[in-house]
C-alpha cells in the first residue's frame, strides 16, 4: 500500500469515527506499525496546514481526531449556534490546574494549596467533563481520587499530560 | 497606617496573602509580617464594611497571622544542640504560599492555552455499530430492485382496493325481506330445509338474517320446523290454516 492511500484511509477513519480514535487501532485496521503511521499522520498534518483546509489533525492521548480551525470560530458558531460556551472562572482554572499537575488527588489536598474550599469548582469540572473520579486513596475514608480527562487535553490543545506547562519553581527564581 | 486596596475578589486567603505582598513588594522568603497582617486584617474590615462574606478561611489566616507575628515577637530560642537553627515561624506559611503561588501561575498559562482551542469545534462520535448493521442490510440493493419492491407495493395496494371494495358492496337484506321470500317459497311447496335456501349465495350475514325470519315465521305461528336432532338439517313446513 502507498502511503498516498494510507492517507486517505486514515482521513476516511477519522471522518466515520468524529470522536478521537485510539492510534493502535488505526495501525491494526491499516495493519502497519506505530512509528510508520504516526510519520504519515505528521505529514498530513503540515499538508493540512499548508494547504489551509478547514479541518485540522490533532493528537490527544495517543488518538487522532478531526478538530476545525480556531479561526473559523465566528463563521462555524454561526451555523451551530453554541449554548452559552461558558468560561472557567480564576477558581476553577486554579482547581484544573492543581488536579493537572498533581493528580491523582483528593479534594483536601486541593484544598489544601488552595487555602479554600473547591467543591464547587470540583463538580463544576466534573459537569464540564474536565476531570474525573480515577479511583479512591488508600486511606482514612478512603477519599475520591480525582485526575483530568481527554477532554481536558483537548480544550488546552495538549497531546498528553507530559506537555503541561512546566511549573515555574519559585526557587529557581529566588536563586537567580 | 492607611492602605489603598481596591476591594477585588480574592480566590481565597493565600490569593490576598499573595497580592498583599507582591503589592508590597517584598521577598516572599522574608515577609515583613507585621505589616503584611496589618494590611491582611484591614482588608477583611474593609470586607465586612461593605458587607461582603467573610469565609472562615479568611479568619483562620488572620488567626495564623497573628499567631506568627506573635511568635516573631518572642526571642530566637538559642541554636539548638545539634547546630541546626531553630525553624523560621513564617517557614510554613511561606511554603504553602509557594505552592500556591507555582498553581495560580500554572492556571494562567492554562487559560491562555484555552483561549484557542476553546474555539475548536469537534465532531460528535458516531455510534459506529449502527452504521455498520445499517450498511449491511442495504448492501446488494440496485437501483432495479428498488423500482420492482415499489411496483408491487403499487399492485398490492391495488388489489387491496379491489378486495375492500366487494366488501363494501353487499346486499342489505332485512328480515322482512326474507320473511317474504319464505312465505312465497312455502306456497309453492309444502316444505324445504333451511339450507335450500342459500343454494346461489352464502355469508353469513344472510344467514344470520334468512334465520331471524324464520324465528320471526313461528313467532308468528305461519311456519313449523322440524330438526331431528343438535345441529342437523332444519325443515321448514308450511302450516296447515286449521291447525
Known sequence: MDIREIKSIVEGLLFVAGDAVPIKEICSIINIDETTLKRIVNQMMDTFSEENRGVQIIEVNNCYQFCTRPEHYEY??????????????????????IIAYKQPITKSQVDYIRGVKSEGCISRLIEK??????????????????????????????KNLKELPVLKELSEEAGA | MA????????????????????????????IPIAEITDQYLSYINMMEIHD??????????????????SRMLLPKPRKEDDGTEAADPREELVQKLIEYKKYKEASLEL???????????????????????????????????????????????????????????????????????????LI?????????????????????????????????????IEQERNFDKILIKRRAKDA
Not at chain 2, 4 to 25: R, S, T, W, Y
Not at chain 2, 52 to 69: G, N, Q
Not at chain 2, 189 to 216: G, H, M, Q, W
Open chain 2, 111 to 185: 487559560k491562555d492555552k484555552l483561549g484557542i482551542y476553546e474555539k475548536v469545534f469537534y465532531k460528535d462520535p458516531e455510534p459506529i455499530e449502527d452504521y455498520i448493521t445499517d450498511v449491511t442490510s442495504i448492501s446488494n440493493v440496485s437501483l432495479d430492485m428498488l423500482y420492482i419492491s415499489f411496483r408491487n407495493i403499487l399492485l398490492k395496494s391495488q388489489s387491496k382496493k379491489r378486495n375492500s371494495f366487494s366488501e363494501i358492496y353487499r346486499e342489505v337484506v332485512t328480515v322482512d325481506d326474507k320473511i317474504r321470500l319464505i312465505s312465497k317459497l
Open chain 2, 52 to 69: 461582603l462574606e467573610v469565609s472562615s478561611e479568611f479568619l483562620v489566616m488572620a488567626a495564623t497571622l497573628l499567631e506568627i507575628k
Open chain 1, 129 to 158: 467533563g474536565l476531570i474525573e473520579e480515577t479511583g479512591r486513596m488508600d486511606g482514612p475514608g478512603r477519599p475520591i481520587l480525582y485526575g483530568t480527562t481527554d477532554n481536558f487535553l483537548r480544550l488546552f490543545g495538549l
Open chain 2, 3 to 30: 492602605i489603598n486596596v481596591k476591594l477585588q475578589a480574592f480566590e481565597g486567603p493565600l490569593d490576598l496573602l499573595l497580592h498583599l505582598i507582591e503589592k508590597a513588594e517584598v521577598d516572599i522568603y522574608d
Open chain 1, 76 to 97: 462555524i458558531e454561526r451555523l451551530v449556534k453554541p449554548q452559552g460556551r461558558q468560561g472557567l472562572s480564576q477558581a476553577s482554572l486554579e482547581t484544573l490546574a
Open chain 2, 188 to 224: 309453492s311447496k309444502p316444505s324445504f330445509y333451511f339450507e335450500d335456501l342459500f343454494v346461489n349465495s352464502c355469508n353469513r350475514y344472510d344467514i344470520i338474517v334468512t334465520f331471524l325470519a324464520v324465528l320471526e315465521l313461528i313467532k308468528r305461528r305461519s311456519v313449523n
